[in-house]
């Protein structure tokens, strides 16, 4: 296994199931970069990260959508006037590692912006919100998660998989 790219980042486990079952030709849509969204640059043909902070936009090949945040609360998520009219036509592969912390599982509420028949990953599924996250995701598209164990991040931490 290869050294973490630091604590924030997907942790290595997630790096090794896509490079065992995505396509390398496939399109890659992120939400949230970091550390590791080179790292999936050079694994894929191609990828678009949805990035809030200005901070992390343009540190790797990706190509980046900036939506800040907007809303409050619960409702608290990326900005849809940003975000919609920069959204890809076609993307092979969701991946949800942002945006961070309690503000990610309000996915839920704007879903349905986001194709519905891709594979799904979804990272830090073993916090009890994004867990909840997973399975109103999981129940609205009629799909059964794998969750799957990321030692390499500590005892418990887990990600999510939904397969069409």
């Known amino acids: 296994m290869e050294p973490s790219l630091g604590p924030w980042s997907l942790p290595e486990e997630v790096f090794s199931w896509l490079g065992e079952n995505v396509s390398p030709e496939s399109i890659i849509l992120e939400l949230g970069s970091g550390a590791g ?3 999936l640059c050079n694994m894929f043909a191609l990828v678009y ?5 200005p901070e992390y936009l343009y540190l790797s090949d990706s190509n980046y959508i900036y939506a800040p945040l907007a ?12 975000l919609v009219p920069q959204l890809p036509p076609h993307y092979d592969f ?12 309000n996915i839920t509420a704007h879903f349905r912006l986001l194709k519905q028949d891709v594979p799904i990953l979804y990272d830090d599924s073993e916090r009890p919100a994004d867990r909840c996250a997973v399975e109103i995701i999981a129940a609205t598209l009629g799909r059964k998660p794998l969750h799957i164990d990321a030692p390499s991040r500590g005892a418990g931490k887990q990600f999510s998989v939904l397969l069409p």
């Open 71 to 82: 809303g409050s609360g619960n409702a608290l998520w990326y900005d849809l006037g940003a």
């Open 37 to 39: 969204t080179q790292k």
């Open 49 to 53: 990260s949805i990035e809030h902070n």
């Open 94 to 105: 969701l991946l949800i590692d942002g945006p961070p912390g309690s503000t990610r599982p």
